[in-house]
């Protein structure tokens, strides 16, 4: 079965099993656990932040960045295909309790600065105000295009105008900063914020980091806390994720054959794709999603729905070019 659905089903490579095996390991709960803490400084030289704070996921680095930047009741204005609105299961209302107000981001997820100033709300008697921007990059809902830093921090700074801090969910911003040629930290300077995935194309079998200035970390670690991350000998964990982080490289292989699995599904009849950018794959079916994506596994392959007529494919570290040529005859015998 070649399994498409998305960069989080890899396998830990020997050497991140070797490396879990071998970590030095502490109470991370004390901040002694050696492995965890050379992680936090690994990604914040990589990312150029002043601290970063190891978490379970993605998802509670995003939940824990908005509960730190903001007072509960304020807005938060986010795109409105964006994963910390549409796929975390309302946690803004539930962890921070703020509102989201969304922007159509159009085709690249991004909000224009225009969109950001006239989303923005002063607090006064009647209205809480907005509390902070969220963008995210690559964005996983528009087929993972990898916005520029430019549009970053455009975006960016007409918060900051009005004094809006602004966090990325950079759930695969290496795949970002490969797509751009650029270092990730170039994609990080104009947000006061960052949450990366060590668990998605980096391969790593758990964990994200979320990363910002030392006393936004000193914040975010207690609700980590109370969110139920305090991790004790995390040093295994943190140890993949450190071979993880080094293999980042080779991403741009993962995006080429995303290119390659696009263009051998455009052939096929009754699909269409547009050239990704990154490592996912947006399918158009004439068929039902579900239907076209039943037969694929009836033929060896793994996908999403991710609406009625439209399904992603992800590629990953584990599938090489033999796997994308057999995932586009698996396509072709479903259709």
Avoid at 166 to 188: K, M, Q
Wanted: aromatic share 2%; with cysteine; net charge negative.
């Amino acid at each position: 079965m070649i399994d498409l659905r998305s960069d989080t089903v890899t396998r830990p490579s020997d050497a991140m099993r070797e490396a879990a095996r071998d970590a030095p390991v502490g109470d991370d709960v004390y901040r002694e656990d050696p492995t965890v803490n050379r992680l936090q400084d690994r990604v914040a030289d990589v990312l150029g932040t002043e601290a970063a704070l190891l978490v379970p996921s993605g998802t509670m680095g995003n939940q824990v960045a908005a509960r730190v930047h903001t007072e509960r009741g304020q807005e938060v204005l986010c795109e409105r295909e964006s994963h910390i609105y549409k796929w975390e299961l309302a946690g803004l209302a539930q962890h921070a309790e703020v509102q989201p107000r969304t922007i159509d981001g159009g085709d690249r997820g991004v909000p224009t600065p225009d969109q950001v100033r006239e989303g923005y709300v002063a607090a006064d008697g009647h209205r809480p105000g907005t509390g902070l921007l969220t963008l995210e990059n690559t964005h996983n809902s528009k087929g993972g295009v990898a916005i520029a830093p430019e549009r970053v921090a455009a975006a960016a700074a007409a918060a900051h105008e009005r004094d809006i801090p602004v966090h990325l969910d950079g759930a695969r911003l290496f795949n970002a900063a490969a797509a751009n040629g650029v270092p990730a930290s170039a994609l990080v300077e104009p947000v006061d914020t960052v949450m990366c995935c060590l668990s998605k194309g980096l391969g790593a079998p758990i964990g994200s980091v979320l990363a910002g200035p030392e006393p936004f970390v000193e914040d975010a670690r207690r609700v980590r806390k109370l969110l139920g991350g305090g991790m004790r000998q995390a040093g295994m964990l943190a140890a993949p994720g450190l071979e993880a982080l080094e293999s980042r490289e080779r991403l741009t292989e993962d995006h080429r054959r995303a290119t390659r699995l696009a263009e051998g599904l455009s052939r096929v009849e009754g699909l269409s794709t547009e050239e990704p950018e990154t490592n996912i794959v947006l399918v158009e079916t004439d068929r039902p999603a579900e239907a076209f994506l039943e037969g694929c596994e009836a033929a060896g392959l793994l996908g999403g729905a991710f609406d009625d007529h439209l399904v992603r494919f992800c590629t990953h570290r584990d599938v090489d070019d033999e796997d994308i040529d057999e995932a586009v005859a698996a396509a072709e015998r479903a259709v």
